[in-house]
């Protein structure tokens, strides 16, 4: 079933088949400004333990996309 997202709001998803061990545990998108950009997110350990380190990518594969899926496999990280 395809999420929705609302503007200034997004939804991270567990990454299945990761490739490598520097892959993003989590993958999925924002709405910001009417367009999807896409997110990855990885699971550290820190001194106050653990948390997910996010990185963002504004260039969008497809910037009229706003549905997002959970096999979503096109988001580039």
Excluded at 12 to 19: N, S, V
Excluded at 29 to 55: C, D, E, H, T, Y
Aim: hydrophobic share 25%; net charge positive.
């Amino acid at each position: 079933m395809p999420y929705e997202p609302r503007e200034g709001s997004g939804v991270l998803f567990p990454e299945r088949d990761k490739k490598s061990e520097k892959a993003p545990d989590f993958k999925g998108n924002l709405l910001i400004g009417g367009k999807a950009i896409r997110i990855a997110g990885w699971k550290k350990n820190g001194k106050k333990g653990p948390f997910i380190s996010l990185s963002v990518d504004n260039r969008p594969k497809n910037p009229s996309t706003d549905k997002v899926s959970e096999s979503d496999d096109d988001l580039g990280f």
